[in-house]
C-alpha cells in the first residue's frame, strides 16, 4: 500500500499542535494511526505526519508533523507539483470556505472521537 500524500498549510494549526489538513487535499484515504507525507507548495517543504484524528463530517485530519524532519529534500524527492486548483491561496480559501477557523478547530479538537493527545508524540 502507498502512503498518501496531502497539502497542508503549515500555519494551519490548532491549540494542540496538531496540523489540520483537508480530505480533500490528500491523494488517498487519512486514516487514524497511519503515517502520511505532508507537504507545502508554498515554501516546497514535505515531512513525514501521523494522522491524529479524522473528522469525515468536516471534511478534515489532524495530522501530527514531523517537524524535525520537514524538509525541502523530502518534497523534491517526491516530485510534488503545483497545481493552480492546489495554490496556497486556493487552498486557504477553500478552508476559508469550510468554516475551518480557530474557533471551529478549537470545538472539533475537543469533540473529536479520537484524544489527538492519545498520539505518539515525534521527538
Do not use: C, K
Not at 49 to 62: E, F, H, P, Q
Not at 78 to 100: Q, T, Y
Request: proline fraction near 4%; aromatic fraction near 4%.
Amino acid at each position: 500500500m502507498q502512503t498518501s500524500t496531502v497539502e497542508i498549510d503549515l500555519n494551519d494549526i490548532d491549540e494542540e499542535g496538531l496540523t489540520v489538513a483537508l480530505l480533500s487535499d490528500a491523494s488517498g484515504p487519512l486514516e487514524p494511526g497511519r503515517m502520511t507525507i505532508a507537504y507545502e507548495n508554498e515554501d516546497r517543504l514535505a515531512a513525514p505526519a501521523l494522522v491524529a484524528s479524522v473528522r469525515t463530517d468536516l471534511g478534515i485530519a489532524y495530522l501530527r508533523l514531523n517537524w524535525r524532519a520537514l524538509s525541502h529534500r523530502l518534497y523534491n524527492e517526491r516530485a510534488f507539483r503545483l497545481d493552480p486548483v492546489h495554490s496556497s491561496s486556493a487552498v486557504r480559501s477553500r478552508r476559508a470556505g469550510a468554516e475551518i477557523d480557530a474557533a471551529s478547530r478549537r470545538i472539533v479538537a475537543r469533540g473529536s472521537a479520537a484524544a489527538p493527545n492519545s498520539a505518539v508524540a515525534f521527538r
